[in-house]
């Protein structure tokens, strides 16, 4: 296999161009050495108020301002990344990486037409460098052009086989076209990024190969808390080839994922594990059952919620909402740090026209730094009383119906089984698939998807209408299930 490596990432690209010198004197270039430094330790406490300082004294100059806006990519304020970039490609029109840079954080932030714009402001005698066509593969997903985003991967790879980040995207346009099987194989890649190489322990056990073991196989919930969720399924049939299953999981996951069927023996910590005879991640473990559409495993009946939970928040649950005809769930954001979160997210305040929905009474199910948020709103917030994802799935399941956002609160309720919508934005994940209102993954879900104009106050407008029609029956429990699941077909 060949090793791969991660190319330098484009906002980094930005001070590495030799139009990176300085404009001017004002800044002492020790002042330079430090920023770059605390950017690259992640160390933003120091790091923002000494680019904040730098571009006061040197406002014009290109790379501080570069260096600020990657300040403000790891504070997840894509925002003002663009804007700093915005000033920094003005000032230095001819510097390729200024303009891949700028483009890629226009498209974080869904201006997709001004992405394309600022691509083609790069010169084209500098087009065919690797980043420069990630960045156009990239383009191309956000446009849903995926055969395209596809062909240009492709060409990467074959021309850069040790570039990590165009095999992910790769995998990622592979997978949303619905070819699983090459997409599996690309999605492999994924512990060659620079961003998550060093996550998992170098073992000493070889890497299950999906054969019949009779020793232990330790399986590994990796990636994000929603991949985990999406990925237990396969828990079961591993147990079925092997040994014993060990599972390592974060805490916050620990009391609803030990109870997947399979699951002997589950560790928190990578020193208290004991041997195995081979391991797997569980984003791994789609590519070793080759999975397909029509063969993707039940999770039907998956997660047993602890009892004593269930109780406490059909309790809680009722006592917030006694006369309301629904109780409905709402999570907004996912993970700041994702690089797509600002995609994939709805601004709360556009789930404000459901508020005025009659006789029906939303909780907030959004943790984490924007659970505030839901304290302007009509929302019930019991949040900070969601100690884990146990807990969560309990008032889940108190609850009538899930309506989120892109987040691990999809998955988890999808696997749940609980009545769910998800919104999703024009070019979603490829889980999600490029079309239809429902998943292949999760029998219990309904999709509303942005349309052309990516604006996510129509679809809003459309889960208004939904909810509206479904109090209008007599029996909105039943209407509501009627709307949202997909009965299995027989044999399924």
Request: aromatic residues 8%; proline residues 5%; glycine residues 4%.
């Given at each position: 296999?060949?090793?791969?490596?991660?190319?330098?990432?484009?906002?980094?690209?930005?001070t590495?161009?030799?139009?990176?010198?300085?404009?001017?004197?004002?800044?002492d270039?020790q002042d330079?050495i430090?920023?770059?430094?605390?950017i690259q330790?992640?160390?933003?406490d120091?790091?923002?108020?000494?680019?904040?300082?730098?571009?006061?004294s040197?406002?014009?100059?290109?790379?501080i301002?570069a260096?600020?806006?990657?300040?403000q990519?790891?504070?997840?304020?894509?925002?003002?990344?663009?804007?700093?970039?915005?000033?920094?490609?003005?000032l230095?029109?001819?510097?390729?990486?200024?303009?891949?840079?700028?483009?890629?954080d226009l498209?974080?932030?869904?201006?997709?037409?001004?992405?394309?714009?600022?691509?083609?402001?790069?010169?084209?005698?500098?087009?065919?460098?690797?980043?420069?066509?990630?960045?156009k593969?990239?383009?191309?997903?956000?446009?849903c052009e995926f055969?395209?985003?596809?062909?240009?991967?492709?060409?990467?790879?074959?021309?850069?086989r040790?570039?990590?980040?165009?095999?992910?995207?790769?995998?990622?346009?592979?997978?949303?076209?619905?070819k699983?099987?090459?997409g599996w194989?690309?999605?492999?890649?994924?512990?060659?990024?620079?961003?998550?190489?060093?996550?998992?322990p170098?073992?000493?056990?070889?890497?299950?190969?999906?054969?019949?073991l009779?020793?232990a196989?330790?399986?590994?919930?990796?990636q994000g808390?929603?991949?985990?969720?999406?990925?237990?399924?396969?828990?079961p049939?591993?147990?079925?080839?092997?040994?014993?299953?060990?599972?390592?999981?974060?805490?916050?996951?620990a009391?609803?994922?030990?109870?997947?069927?399979?699951?002997?023996?589950?560790?928190?910590?990578?020193?208290?594990?004991?041997?195995?005879?081979?391991?797997?991640?569980?984003?791994?473990?789609?590519?070793?059952?080759?999975?397909?559409?029509?063969?993707?495993?039940?999770c039907?009946?998956?997660?047993r919620?602890?009892?004593d939970?269930?109780?406490?928040?059909?309790?809680?649950?009722r006592?917030?909402?006694?006369?309301?005809?629904?109780?409905i769930g709402?999570?907004?954001?996912g993970?700041l740090?994702?690089?797509d979160?600002?995609l994939?997210?709805?601004?709360?305040?556009a789930?404000e026209?459901?508020?005025?929905?009659a006789?029906?009474q939303f909780?907030?199910l959004?943790?984490?730094?924007?659970?505030?948020?839901?304290?302007a709103?009509?929302?019930?917030?019991?949040?900070?009383?969601?100690?884990?994802?146990a807990?969560?799935?309990?008032e889940?399941?108190?609850?009538?119906?899930?309506?989120?956002?892109?987040?691990?609160?999809?998955?988890?309720?999808?696997t749940l089984?609980?009545p769910?919508?998800?919104?999703?934005?024009?070019a979603?994940?490829?889980?999600?698939?490029?079309?239809?209102?429902?998943?292949d993954?999760y029998w219990?879900?309904?999709?509303?998807?942005?349309?052309?104009?990516?604006?996510w106050?129509r679809v809003?407008?459309?889960?208004?209408?939904?909810?509206?029609?479904?109090?209008?029956?007599?029996?909105p429990?039943?209407?509501l299930?009627?709307?949202?699941?997909?009965?299995p077909?027989p044999?399924?």
């Amino acid at each position: 296999m060949v090793a791969l490596k991660s190319h330098a990432s484009s906002g980094d690209a930005a001070t590495q161009d030799g139009a990176s010198v300085a404009t001017g004197q004002l800044v002492d270039s020790q002042d330079r050495i430090r920023l770059r430094q605390l950017i690259q330790a992640r160390s933003l406490d120091d790091a923002l108020p000494l680019s904040d300082r730098l571009l006061s004294s040197a406002p014009d100059d290109v790379e501080i301002l570069a260096l600020a806006a990657m300040v403000q990519r790891q504070l997840n304020n894509c925002l003002a990344a663009v804007e700093l970039m915005h000033k920094a490609t003005r000032l230095r029109p001819g510097n390729k990486a200024l303009w891949v840079s700028y483009s890629s954080d226009l498209l974080k932030i869904g201006r997709i037409e001004d992405a394309q714009a600022a691509f083609g402001e790069i010169d084209p005698e500098r087009r065919a460098d690797p980043d420069v066509q990630l960045l156009k593969s990239r383009i191309y997903y956000q446009q849903c052009e995926f055969e395209a985003a596809t062909q240009t991967l492709v060409h990467l790879v074959t021309d850069h086989r040790d570039f990590a980040a165009a095999h992910m995207e790769l995998a990622h346009a592979l997978l949303m076209r619905g070819k699983w099987r090459a997409g599996w194989m690309e999605y492999e890649t994924r512990y060659h990024l620079r961003s998550s190489r060093s996550l998992l322990p170098k073992f000493k056990i070889p890497h299950w190969d999906g054969k019949t073991l009779d020793d232990a196989v330790l399986l590994i919930a990796d990636q994000g808390y929603g991949d985990c969720f999406q990925f237990c399924r396969y828990i079961p049939l591993v147990s079925e080839r092997c040994g014993k299953v060990i599972l390592v999981r974060s805490e916050p996951m620990a009391r609803i994922l030990d109870t997947v069927p399979g699951v002997a023996e589950s560790y928190t910590q990578w020193r208290d594990v004991p041997r195995a005879g081979a391991y797997s991640t569980l984003s791994g473990l789609p590519r070793l059952f080759a999975t397909r559409p029509h063969n993707i495993p039940d999770c039907r009946e998956l997660l047993r919620i602890p009892e004593d939970a269930n109780a406490r928040w059909a309790e809680k649950v009722r006592h917030a909402a006694p006369t309301a005809r629904l109780r409905i769930g709402v999570a907004w954001s996912g993970r700041l740090e994702f690089r797509d979160n600002f995609l994939r997210s709805v601004p709360i305040a556009a789930f404000e026209p459901l508020f005025e929905v009659a006789q029906a009474q939303f909780f907030s199910l959004q943790t984490g730094p924007l659970a505030e948020q839901a304290n302007a709103f009509d929302m019930v917030n019991l949040t900070a009383e969601l100690s884990d994802f146990a807990e969560t799935a309990a008032e889940m399941q108190a609850l009538d119906l899930i309506i989120t956002s892109d987040t691990a609160i999809a998955h988890l309720a999808g696997t749940l089984g609980r009545p769910t919508w998800v919104l999703l934005a024009k070019a979603p994940d490829w889980r999600w698939g490029p079309d239809g209102c429902h998943s292949d993954w999760y029998w219990s879900v309904r999709l509303f998807r942005q349309d052309h104009t990516r604006s996510w106050n129509r679809v809003i407008s459309a889960v208004k209408l939904a909810l509206e029609t479904i109090l209008a029956r007599p029996d909105p429990s039943k209407a509501l299930e009627k709307f949202t699941v997909r009965r299995p077909q027989p044999g399924q």
